[in-house]
């Protein structure tokens, strides 16, 4: 699992059915204060919305077989799932 902040939305017409009503969001990992690791960052994803998460939130994402985990029908075609929206780090 890791960081993320959300940076945009996905719209596709034509996916596979395991996707079909599932809101597709762009995220960027983050460090652990909440911000952009800057000329190290790396370029957007894109991870499959369970939380209701929305731009510019800070979400915790999870990743391969986790991620299909999340929903419960079969969903063969998610390898990123957001699983959490993030009020606050501490360490």
Wanted: hydrophobic share 40%; with cysteine.
């Amino acid at each position: 699992m890791y960081l993320a902040r959300v940076t945009g939305s996905v719209v596709s017409t034509q996916k596979s059915p395991s996707l079909t009503g599932k809101k597709l969001l762009l995220v960027r990992r983050v460090n652990d204060d909440g911000a952009f690791d800057g000329a190290r960052s790396l370029p957007d994803e894109v991870a499959v919305d369970s939380v209701g998460a929305g731009e510019g939130e800070l979400v915790l994402v999870t990743c391969g077989s986790s991620a299909r985990r999340v929903f419960p029908e079969p969903n063969d075609a998610i390898d990123q799932a957001i699983v959490a929206i993030v009020d606050n780090v501490s360490r």
